[in-house]
Every structure is written in C-alpha cells, then in structure tokens.
T-cell receptor, first 114, second 114 residues
C-alpha cells in the first residue's frame, strides 16, 4: 500500500489552463504539505494543513488554492497556469509528536506548462 | 527565519571510502535537524534526525550525522560508501516549537564510483 499517493504523476498543459493535483495519505497523520521542487531541485514549502486547517501559507500566488476535505486528503488547484509553474509538486504528511519533522513524501507530480 | 546551507553541489567518493556531506544551519532557538535522500524521479525519504540528546545520531542505510552546536553544523557521514548511495541529499531544519515549517537546503548530489 502506498503511504502518500499523488495523482496525476505527469501533467502537461497549456498556459492559461486550470489544473488540479490530488493527494491522499493512509498513514493516519494529522498534517499534510505541498512542496514545490524546481528544475534546480530547490525544494520550497507552499502550504501546510493540520487537521484540515491551514497553518502554513508561504508567499504563493493566489492562483494556487489548496483544499483539505478531510485530514487524509490535500488537493492543490492551480488557476491560469504560467510557464513558471512548471515544476515537480510533492505532497507530504507527518505526525507531530514523537515523529515530529519526519515527512513522508509522495512520488511527485511533474507539471509541464507549454 | 531558519535557513540551511549545503556548500557542495556534488560530492564524489570511491566505493568503500568514507563520505561526508556538509550542512550548516541558522535558526533562532534550538533546532530540529534532518537529512533526507532523493533518488531519481522519486520523492524524498527520511534518513535521520536530531531532536535532542546524543549529538551523534544514527539513521537508515548505515548513515550517521553529528550535531555540532558551536559550529551550527549537522554533517552527514558514512564509514564506507556504496554505489547505491548515489543520490541527492537534503539537509533540513525547523524550530522546535509549535507547528513550524521544515526548511530544506539546496541539496548535494553524491556520486559514488565503483
């Protein structure tokens, strides 16, 4: 069983389109994240949710909107896609407490904007 | 704000030799420190962490790291490198209070030659 699963794995789309990436974790964790990894492999946090509440919201264009319907799911919707949005987007989850900081990552969703 | 520096883009080592991947950090207060590894086209995997206690922490696959508060460093080490250790390694830091974001370094590519 995959612990943190993201769909789709690959996404190729045109500028100006709207797209979504879905994430689900079956680890029972209470915190989920979206990270963006650019072409130079720099990894930057975008959002974090704890029990469906937004707790971290970095300086991200408001074209990006996360949604957490329950604590096992965190989706990312992107409006009006731009060339600079091309990247690999990673979902992750963690459990605060004894395992603080141990993030479990999905396999990534590679977004290419043409 | 917290930050991490990984001064080497790439580290080359021969199989069987010891390896060191360097990391220094900046954070107000006491840090939580982590190492993650990323294989090609995969998500990041947790290797080890320092939260408190013994400065030498041991992790997965024979890796260890030493927390040095005076030098604000957390270098990753392994006594004998394997070709299969070749990957991208990320150091990360967060503050030790409340919900804090995990900030990653820029990554160091480890290349172990046969």
């Amino acid at each position: 069983d995959t612990a943190v699963s993201q769909t789709p794995k690959y996404l190729v789309t045109q500028m100006g389109n709207d797209k979504s990436i879905k994430c689900e974790q079956n680890l029972g964790h209470d915190t989920m994240y979206w990270y963006k990894q650019d072409s130079k492999k720099f990894l930057k946090i975008m959002f974090s949710y704890n029990n469906k509440e937004l707790i971290i919201n970095e300086t991200v264009p408001n074209r990006f909107s996360p949604k957490s319907p329950d604590k096992a799911h965190l989706n990312l919707h992107i409006n009006s896609l731009e060339l600079g949005d091309s990247a690999v987007y990673f979902c992750a989850s963690s459990q605060e407490g004894i395992n603080t900081g141990e993030l479990f990552f999905g396999e990534g969703s590679r977004l290419t904007v043409l | 704000a917290q930050s991490v520096a990984q001064p080497e883009d790439q580290v080359n080592v021969a199989e069987g030799n010891p390896l060191t991947v360097k990391c220094t950090y900046s954070v107000s207060g006491n840090p939580y420190l982590f190492w993650y590894v990323q294989y090609p086209n995969r998500g990041l995997q947790f290797l080890l962490k320092y939260i408190t206690g013994d400065n030498l922490v041991k992790g997965s696959y024979g890796f260890e790291a030493e927390f040095n508060k005076s030098q604000t460093s957390f270098h990753l080490k392994k006594p004998s490198a394997l070709v299969s250790d070749s990957a991208l390694y990320f150091c990360a830091v967060r503050r030790n209070t409340g919900f804090q974001k995990l900030v990653f370094g820029t990554g160091t590519r480890l290349l172990v030659s046969p």
